[in-house]
Every structure is written in structure tokens, then in C-alpha cells.
């Protein structure tokens, strides 16, 4: 199972709503990254976990809040987002050890924030 | 701080053969990766240089050179389906930040 499976595919909320966005890999992974997207852009590095422990945020605001409840999952807590955070969220895993450098992406979750 | 350039654009025909460069500044330098990702799709990792040389997996190869913070990704024998955007991508600190350039977007035409 080479997968990491996002949800929902596409969410559109209110600046007033409370939403997360889900992410599961079941690979053994034990880093976990979320990374944000804009059309015609490069993934934007939002924050790493590993194994369970946030190692990197990249100056993220709070509105955004990641969770790693177990070494499969990965959470995005998502509260009072503005218009400019619409953008492509994707959650992607990698080996801690070894040399690849490969990142294994989900599909992302596709945000429109009202 | 850190920087990736590559080209914005790169257009080819069909079988032919193309290269995309990317030069970078960076400190904490682990290794230089390559990501294609489709129109609406999500990115999908291609190759991983750590040291200087070249790496061929099939039609696509990638080649490093540490001392000149410079690589570059060849794709032979274009076909339509390569139509696509091509990132590079840095990974430093502890290898667990991996920071992408602006992707480079190829047409392939017939």
C-alpha cells in the first residue's frame, strides 16, 4: 500500500466555521507533512511531524491547527480561515531514515473558504 | 535564506529530448529532488540526487552538481502524457523540509 488518502476532496466553509481536514497513510511512515498549494504555485511547506511530534511549523497562523493523533494519522484543524487561505491542502509522508528524499503526496483536499 | 530557479515555461515536441535546470541557494543542502505534478493532481516524486552524478530512471534522468548548486532534469523520448508541471525541490534541515521551486510547465506538442 503505496497511499496516502485525504478527506474530504473538496470542502468549502465560512470564515465563521470549524472544519478539519483528514490524512492517512498506512506505510510505516513516521514523518508526516502538510504543505498548502495555490493554482499555478509550488506546495508551500506548512508543518512537519515526526514520529507524532510537530518538528517544523513554518511560521503557520494559529487559524491553522495540525494534529497527529497516531503514526498513520494527520489531522488540519481548520478555524475562522480568510478568503486567502482557499487554496489545494496536501498531506504527503516520508521515511524518517535512509536517503531517497521521496515524498509520497494524498490528492489533497481542495479548500474554498466564503 | 534560500532560493530554487528554474524555468517558467518549456515547450517540446513529441520524442524529442528536453532538459529542465535548476539552480539553488540554500544552506543545510541535503539533496535535490524532482516532482511531476498534473493539471488537478497531485504531485508525484520523479528523482532524488544527494551527490554529484547522474541518476536515469527510464526515459527520465536527473544530474547534480554540489559545487555548483546547479541541476537539471532530462526527459527523453517526450510524450504527450509528460505534458505536465516540473518541480524541483530541496531538502535540508535534518532532511525533513523539503522546499520546492516555482515549477517548470512543459508542453509537449505532437
Known amino acids: 500500500d503505496t497511499e496516502v488518502t485525504q478527506t474530504p476532496k473538496h470542502l468549502v466553509m465560512g470564515m465563521t466555521n470549524k472544519k478539519s481536514l483528514k490524512c492517512e497513510q498506512h506505510?510505516?511512515?513516521?514523518?508526516m507533512y502538510w504543505y498548502k498549494q495555490k493554482a499555478k504555485k509550488p506546495p508551500e511547506l506548512m508543518f512537519v511531524?515526526?514520529?507524532?511530534?510537530?518538528?517544523i511549523n513554518e511560521s503557520v497562523p494559529s487559524r491553522f491547527s495540525p494534529e497527529c493523533p497516531n503514526s498513520s494519522l494527520l489531522n488540519l484543524h481548520l478555524h475562522a480561515l480568510q478568503p486567502e487561505d482557499s487554496a489545494l491542502y496536501l498531506c504527503a509522508s516520508s521515511q524518517t531514515s535512509g536517503n531517497t528524499g521521496e515524498l509520497f503526496f494524498g490528492e489533497g483536499s481542495r479548500l474554498t473558504v466564503l | 535564506g534560500q532560493s530554487l530557479e528554474q524555468p517558467s515555461e518549456v515547450t517540446a515536441v513529441e520524442g524529442a529530448i528536453v532538459q529542465i535546470n535548476c539552480t539553488y541557494q540554500?544552506?543545510?543542502?541535503?539533496?535535490l529532488s524532482w516532482y511531476q505534478q498534473h493539471d488537478g493532481g497531485a504531485p508525484t516524486f520523479l528523482s532524488y540526487?544527494?551527490?554529484?552524478g547522474l541518476e536515469e530512471t527510464g526515459r527520465f534522468s536527473s544530474f547534480l552538481s554540489r559545487s555548483d548548486s546547479y541541476g537539471y532534469l532530462l526527459l527523453q523520448e517526450l510524450q504527450m502524457k509528460d505534458s505536465a508541471s516540473y518541480f524541483c525541490?530541496?531538502?535540508?534541515?535534518?532532511?525533513?523540509?523539503?522546499?520546492f521551486g516555482a515549477g517548470t510547465r512543459l508542453f509537449v506538442k505532437a
Open positions: 525541490a530541496v531538502k535540508r534541515a535534518g532532511g525533513f523540509k523539503t522546499i
Open positions: 540554500t544552506s543545510g543542502f541535503y539533496g
Open positions: 506505510m510505516g511512515h513516521r514523518a
Open positions: 511531524y515526526s514520529y507524532e511530534k510537530l518538528s
Open positions: 540526487n544527494a551527490l554529484d
